[in-house]
């Protein structure tokens, strides 16, 4: 059986962005990996203009992305954010809670991709829901917000 689940798996749990981002159709999700290294190049960016400080640990900077799809960048961005702050704020709830309600913002493009993106990074579609490992918005959206607008 052991034999089985290493064939099966691989040894290896994927991760479901990487295998949206390899879909087919109208819509471009960025990879996990390409966010990955365009993080690490804004990182070593903000070191070199602010003195060597470290971006992940500052609890004053706001990241937003315009056009979330999978929420990708927002899930890494809190991911690096929840490390960088630990010696700041040692308490892993307060933190994330802080993180979640007052540094990351997401404009999702369609309805659909706002849930996805509200998914990756509250790991629940409502921000506010049971399952939300942040505890602090009191609508449903959190700060992924999606309004559907007629052009004319």
């Known amino acids: 059986m052991n034999e089985q689940v290493s064939f099966t798996l691989r040894g290896r749990n994927p991760d479901v962005l990487t295998c949206i981002a ?9 990879p996990p990996e390409l966010a990955g290294r365009m993080l690490d190049m804004l990182a070593q960016a903000w070191a070199a203009d602010h003195g060597g400080a470290n971006l992940w640990a500052d609890k004053t900077v706001r990241f937003l992305d ?10 890494e961005i809190t991911s690096r954010l ?10 892993l709830q307060e933190r994330v809670n802080h ?6 913002f ?6 659909l991709t706002s849930l996805l993106a509200r998914r ?10 049971a399952h ?10 959190g700060n992924i917000w999606f309004e559907r607008t007629e052009h004319t």
């Open 66 to 75: 315009p056009f979330t799809k999978s929420g990708v960048f927002l899930r």
């Open 22 to 30: 390899n879909l087919s159709n109208d819509e471009v999700f960025t």
């Open 120 to 129: 990756s990074v509250y790991c629940s579609k409502h921000a506010n829901g």
């Open 99 to 104: 993180i979640l309600t007052q540094q990351v």
């Open 82 to 91: 929840t490390e960088g702050l630990a010696q700041q704020m040692p308490d």
């Open 106 to 111: 997401g404009i999702g493009i369609t309805r």
């Open 132 to 141: 939300s490992i942040a505890k602090g918005f009191a609508s449903d959206a």
